[in-house]
C-alpha cells in the first residue's frame, strides 16, 4: 500500500497562488511511478491537471498550462503544484495521484481549492 498525505490547499483570491504538495509513502517498491494531481469542481467529472514521471517528463491539461507548474523531488517521494493566476473555475476538490508503471495506483483523500473574492 502506498499513503499520499496533501497539504496547501485552502481560499485564495482570484489572481493569487497556491502551492499544493503531495507526500507518498509506505511500500514504494519501485522508483519507476508517476505521480499528479487531479481536479473535480461540484457536478463535474474528476479531471487531470498534471502528472510527471520519474524521468521528468510531465503532462499538463490545457486549462492551466502557463499558470501551474507541477515539479518532484524523488528522493522525498514528493510533488508540488505550483498554482499561480488562479480563476474561480479553478475551484475544485485536489486529489493526488500516485501510480506505478504497473498500473497499480492510488489516490489521495482530496484537498479543496476555493478561488474567490
Known amino acids: 500500500q502506498v499513503q499520499l498525505a496533501e497539504s496547501g490547499g485552502g481560499l485564495v483570491q482570484p489572481g493569487g497562488s497556491l502551492t499544493l504538495s503531495c507526500v507518498a509513502s509506505?511500500?514504494?517498491?519501485?522508483?519507476?511511478?508517476?505521480m499528479g494531481w487531479y481536479r473535480q469542481a461540484p457536478g463535474k467529472q474528476r479531471e487531470l491537471v498534471a502528472d510527471i514521471r520519474t524521468g521528468g517528463t510531465v503532462t499538463m491539461a490545457d486549462p492551466v498550462k502557463g499558470r501551474f507548474t507541477i515539479t518532484r523531488d524523488n528522493v522525498k517521494n514528493t510533488i508540488y503544484l505550483q498554482m499561480s493566476d488562479l480563476k474561480p473555475e479553478d475551484t475544485a476538490v485536489y486529489y493526488c495521484w500516485f501510480m506505478f508503471y504497473s498500473n497499480e495506483h492510488y489516490w489521495g483523500q482530496g484537498i479543496q481549492v476555493t478561488v474567490s473574492s
Open positions: 509506505g511500500n514504494i517498491k519501485s522508483r519507476y511511478y508517476i
